[in-house]
């Protein structure tokens, strides 16, 4: 059986197994971990970094959580609205003027965290390589007219999320996303996870690995042409991140521009620690190791829900809360290739799974590797 480094409680020794089992599989290096009342009852990883397997997944390995971080961009937008500085149900035209274009003026930021927005993909598509431009995708949004009338329906906002409410964000604080995540999130809590990843971290970045099937080596981030796996059951992406015009290749989101650009839709770095240690927050009322960050309250609006029916982008039935799919009494979300977090306040647990081989969905149950993790929690839960 594959070597598994960290520490885990007796209890939780199937989420070790259950990595180890994974890496005998399909994955070439992963780390898995389970936070309880906002501590580590499992911290653990192995494997490799690299396709070649010659560099170990070590402690700091961090690799992109693709769509994992919308959740951390969720977290971001309910903190504001704790502190009274984001009014969710307000115009997003309130925060950001130019936006009432285009039929938008209704528009509310819930509608942005829900996916109810109507701005699914920018229309026209650009090329791949200009989503590194922050200025010019926000623009383009902001003219663009919404394809349906906003909070009526869900459509997935693959990577138009990240920037509608980054922007306001930006608008709100005066900060770029990233660096009031840095400084209000991650700062407070010493989590390891970036949204945009500088040169110093760059020797512990493990690239995405593409399918085993991939006849070229790369993937593409497009749509599969049957998504009706059903999402509940797991918080796992069914369609991966799109949004340019001949989709986003698993090479331009390993590249150096992609690591250094905002693009909070799918372009957040850390390991399952780091995820865990920050949506730990929801988990636990607001607050982790003396560090509080949201009220209560500001942590029940994630899951008040917005939208229950079929998402016209996944194709599958879904419950769209304030930034995260609802799960019966947990929420999260998951990110192109396989990484998910899940949190469970009900049980003051989170769990989060990150790596670095990417797969394709897989059938009616999509991949089976985060939940294989996600079960083994709920068996040390339940010892």
């Not at 590194?132 to 693959?158: C, F, K, M, N, V």
């Not at 993937?219 to 989709?247: H, L, N, S």
Request: proline letters at 7%; one cysteine or more.
């Amino acid at each position: 059986m594959a070597d598994v480094q960290g520490v885990c409680d007796k209890r939780f020794e199937a989420v070790a197994m259950a990595l180890a089992e994974s890496l005998d599989g399909d994955d070439v290096g992963a780390s898995a971990a389970v936070f309880v009342d906002g501590e580590p009852v499992a911290d653990v990883w192995g494997g490799h970094a690299d396709a070649a397997r010659t560099t170990d997944w070590e402690r700091d390995t961090i690799a992109n959580v693709f769509s994992t971080t919308k959740t951390m961009l969720a977290l971001c937008a309910l903190i504001l609205a704790d502190r009274g500085d984001l009014d969710l149900t307000a115009p997003v035209a309130r925060y950001w003027p130019e936006f009432a274009a285009a039929g938008k003026e209704g528009v509310q930021v819930r509608h942005l965290l829900s996916h109810t927005a109507g701005l699914p993909e920018l229309d026209p598509p650009v090329p791949a390589r200009d989503l590194t431009d922050w200025q010019d995708i926000t623009a383009r949004l902001a003219a663009q007219a919404p394809l349906w009338e906003p909070g009526t329906l869900a459509g997935y906002h693959s990577i138009t999320q990240g920037f509608v409410v980054g922007e306001v964000i930006r608008r709100v604080t005066g900060v770029s996303i990233d660096s009031f995540f840095a400084a209000e999130v991650a700062g407070p809590l010493g989590a390891d996870f970036h949204l945009t990843l500088s040169a110093e971290h760059d020797h512990r970045f493990a690239p995405g690995i593409a399918p085993p099937e991939s006849p070229d080596g790369d993937m593409v981030a497009a749509p599969p042409p049957d998504a009706t796996a059903p999402v509940g059951v797991a918080p796992v992406e069914v369609a991966p991140p799109t949004g340019a015009g001949e989709g986003i290749r698993l090479s331009v989101a390993n590249s150096v521009a992609w690591r250094r650009a905002q693009i909070p839709s799918g372009s957040g770095y850390g390991n399952a620690r780091s995820v865990a240690a920050i949506q730990s927050l929801l988990a636990c009322g607001g607050a982790v190791n003396g560090v509080r960050l949201l009220s209560p309250q500001g942590c029940d609006r994630a899951r008040e829900e917005q939208y229950r029916g079929v998402d016209q982008v996944l194709g599958a039935s879904i419950r769209w809360g304030m930034g995260y799919a609802l799960f019966d009494h947990s929420i999260g979300w998951g990110g192109w290739g396989g990484s998910l977090v899940l949190v469970d306040p009900e049980a003051r647990m989170t769990v989060a799974y990150v790596m670095n081989q990417m797969l394709e969905p897989r059938g009616m149950g999509g991949d089976h590797r985060g939940l294989g993790i996600v079960m083994a929690a709920y068996e040390g839960l339940g010892g």
